[in-house]
């Protein structure tokens, strides 16, 4: 290419990013920033004097110090135990495999007060494991496994069906054992995906919040943890703005560090639109260890939520229906509406959320694969900040931010919003790896006969990559339905979601309305195995083989 | 949007009433805001960054319908009522008023009674609503001192007892106790009687048998705490940063939340778990009856009538409203018959007017606590985060 033409695509491909960072800066940056700049503009003295105190501070540094220690734990305890189900799903074809990859998302949308609730009965001295596990770093461990288990298996066995078999044959036919030509051949390949789920479930569990305060007890403090407290509580604005800013600065240092290992690591490999390599187990030892690790999955996961399914069918120590009649009146009191049209707000929430971070986030991402430049990098890290940035500090960000021009503060376009904020950065990590994985010589070849730009994404990309968008578009939708802002943001409270219904149903004693709780909470279960379901079913683009 | 506010226009309206409101309410206004006026901006000054956001925000936003309806201060307006995220009352009630003063109310919540008040701090100047209901007793110190409220006395005061005022800012609309509860039949099988004072709780029956809630992060741990306070005070021979010692020896139980608490550490009622002592509300025994379907004959727990700890929910109008006269008729509305007898079946607090009639069930099953503890709000204010940060010190060494 001539230096022109390179300078025009340059160009060109900046334009992607433009979308992305408007919607960035509208919505994260000024927000965040204003909310920073309120708190540090509020400490007596200098803003230096702010981050003397804080460093001072004991708790604080004790907090910091845990943050960073569990997400690490968690996310390599999680990357240890998902593994090998991401690779029996990438690899291997199985009675009820799709209904099984729909399923393991709904851990991650379950409201935390719900899911507690269900691992102190499992992890209490009457539980299964017959040890009391409650209030030990143990719960905090296991159960952000539990919610992320599904970021790595999808991620990850995505990556893997799209591998060209070709590769790994060529490495056995020279001689290579089984093991080695994973660990040498397939492993590298896909460990752009590695690192990208992998750096999801740090930052989901390095803001964990709901998990940490109701599991952990009290020894256990977080960041997240005492900016809200901060925050809401304490109205100390300027603590809050310094341990915000430490927060910020740890994900981004974390971030950049990972996206170093990936620019070493990224090669163009050719990868297929037709997961070809996936089929049926053939011996009988890799039928054993299929079934091993679906069951080890289905135990895993179906446990804790099976205790509340049971629980939602128990009405008067009976069992029945009831729990689930009673959601269509407005009886008892706990909400304005009748608890069963939350379902119906969670969805009108969740579609536009899903649209918003899935155009917004391919835009980011087709720039970030065309492009690697520094600015890139910097691009890729913003982009991700959302997610490691505590729901509070969004929330409050907003509602001193977004007054005007429109006073966005109680409208409700501002959930789809903010949920979007927080689905991008899925939506970006796990279809950047893959966009960048195709070949530009594809693109190229077709540029050169004629096809131009819009056809060669149609053509080219699209296919590749449609597996891909219906993996992101399904955690995007995900996130919506499970999202629980309602600690940050002003919040309508004749319009509840599925998750602000059954807090607020929590929120009065009673038998009545903790077994409607149960189950609203298992209708949320259903709808989000159901919804991510028909979304992979969904592919975008045509199915060709290259 | 237009078609609702048509509607709302169309609608008879008492005019004399809010005439006379109004004239009341627009005096006091115009010195609230000259006073006002001089006190912290909450925003710095936009830069032209800040501006080139502002207007990204605008572009991004174009979709957003804004829903603005009349601005005319005498006729039909939409009154935006901020609360915390407990509040609840009967269909019918808030339309009720609506119908009769062709108003409309936009109700909003804005988390815990704690968030509630730091969000419209933040938000002084352009507040986020009109009135603001559900300040409590905790945080009302600081919603005084940060001058969130005008001034607004309301002709429903006189039926609200004295001793539930203590600002003419703001106007008293509910009040309830947090409590110990107990379970009636764990307690009986561990042949232990129910603790009849605060003190009784550091004695070794109850070792290991009291789950309380974290003052840093639940309300009514919070309550619980000033409860303490007030009880043994911070001075003489016993002070309440010694009661906590002693619990802590004797095996108290600490959760985030009163969810974790009542459902999962309570053995009592709903609960799930082996703790026979929580601290909760005076009005958690009703509702486990009227929450159960069937309605057991008796509540399977109680509540320890000493040493509670008192709470009054205030509401208020938040200043930089526009729609002032309006939300003062709302107020007037909270305090009357037919919002107040609503109250109690729904939020499980006692009506602050007391000429409101108290449902049967509720006076059945409700235990009236005696002598309730309570604290001067700008002391609470003074002092609150001090006494969290030492109990933090005392129970998490």
Known sequence: MDPDRAAVTSRRNLLLAVPPALFLG??????????????????????ASAFGDAIANGPLLRAAWFTTWQATVSTLLTLIVAFPAAVVFGRYDFPGKAALRAAITVPFVMPTVVVASAFLTLLGPGGPLGVDLRRSVWAILIAHVFYNYAVIVRSVSSALENLDPSLEDAARTLGATRLAAFRRITLPVIMPSVVAAASLVFLFTFTSFGVVLILGGLEFSTLEVAIWRATTQRLDLALAAVIAIVQLVGVSTILVLLSRTQRVRRTEVPLVASPSRVRRPATTGERWTVAGVVGATILFLGVPLAVLVVRSLSFGGRFSLQNYGELATRDPRGLFVPPAESIGNSLSFAIPATILAVGIGLFAA??????????????????????????VTIGFGFLVALDQPVDL?????????????????????????????????????????????????????????????????????????????????????????????????????????????????????????????????????????? | MNAMCDDVADEKRSPARRDALSDVTAGTRDTVRSRQHPTVAPYPRPSTSQRAARLLALAVSVFVV????????????????????????????????????????????????????????????????????????????????????????????????????????????????????????????????????????????????????????????????????????????????????????????????????????????????????????????????????????????????????????????????????????????????????????????????????????????????????????????????????????????
């Open chain 1, 26 to 47: 509208a919505f994260f940056v000024y927000p965040v920033a204003s909310i920073l700049a309120l708190g540090l503009g509020s400490a007596e003295g200098p803003g």
């Open chain 1, 366 to 391: 087709a720039y970030l694969s065309r492009e690697s430049r520094r600015l890139a990098e910097a691009f890729d890290t913003l982009l991700m900040l959302p997610l490691g940035t505590s729901a």
């Open chain 1, 409 to 546: 503060r109680a409208n409700p376009a501002i959930i789809p919003i903010a949920h979007a904020l927080v689905a991008i950065p899925i939506v970006v990590r796990v279809t950047t790896p893959v966009m960048r994985s195709i070949r530009t010589r594809l693109r190229e070849a077709a540029s050169v006969l004629g096809a131009p730009p819009r056809s060669v994404w149609r053509l080219i990309d699209l296919p590749i990559i449609g597996r891909a968008i219906a993996v992101a578009a399904g955690f995007a939708f995900a996130v919506s339905l499970g999202e629980f802002g309602a600690s940050s943001f002003i919040v309508r409270p004749d319009r509840p979601t599925l998750p602000t219904a059954i807090f607020r149903l929590l929120g009065f004693p009673g038998d009545a309305t903790y077994g409607q709780a149960m189950a609203l909470a298992t209708i949320l279960m259903v709808l989000t195995g159901v919804a991510v379901m028909a979304i992979d079913r969904f592919r975008l683009g045509v199915q060709a083989d290259f």
């Open chain 2, 66 to 397: 804004a829903a603005a309806c009349s601005t005319d201060p005498n006729g039909p307006q939409t009154i935006r009522l901020v609360t915390h995220d407990s509040f609840l009352i009967s269909d019918g009630v808030l339309e009720a008023f609506e119908t009769a003063s062709g108003h409309r109310v936009e109700r909003l919540t804005g988390g815990d009674a704690g968030t509630m008040v730091n969000q419209a701090v933040l938000t002084k100047g352009n507040p986020i609503g009109d009135v603001m209901f559900g300040v409590d007793t905790t945080f009302l110190g600081r919603a005084l001192d940060e001058g969130l409220f005008e001034p607004y006395e309301s002709s429903g005061l006189d039926a609200v007892p004295d001793a539930l005022e203590v600002s003419d800012l703001v106007t008293p609309i509910d009040f309830g106790d947090v409590c110990l509860n107990y379970d009636i039949a764990g307690l009986a099988e561990s042949g232990i009687a129910p603790p009849s004072q605060l003190a009784d709780l550091t004695e070794p029956p109850y070792s290991g048998r009291l789950v309380v809630e974290n003052p840093a992060t639940s309300s009514p741990g919070l309550a619980f705490l000033l409860a303490t306070v007030a009880a043994f005070g911070e001075e003489g021979a016993y002070t309440w940063q010694e009661f906590w010692t002693d619990l802590v020896g004797n095996d108290v139980i600490v959760t985030s939340g009163w969810e974790e608490a009542y459902y999962g550490e309570f053995s009592g009622g709903a609960g799930s778990g082996s703790i026979p002592i929580v601290v909760s509300y005076a009005s958690s025994p009703p509702a486990e009856i009227i929450f159960a379907d069937p309605r057991p004959a008796e509540a399977p727990t109680a509540v320890v009538t000493s040493g509670c700890f008192r709470q009054v929910e205030f509401a208020g109008i938040l200043a930089g409203t526009e729609v002032a006269p309006a939300a003062g008729e709302l107020i007037d509305f909270m305090l009357s018959l037919e919002f107040q007898e609503d109250i109690p079946l729904n939020m499980f607090v006692f009506p602050a007017n007391q000429d409101a009639a108290l449902p049967p069930e509720f006076i059945e099953f409700t235990q009236v606590p005696e002598q309730p503890l309570t604290l001067d709000p700008r002391v609470i204010n003074e002092n609150r985060d001090r006494w969290i940060d030492e109990w933090t010190q005392i129970v998490l060494p």
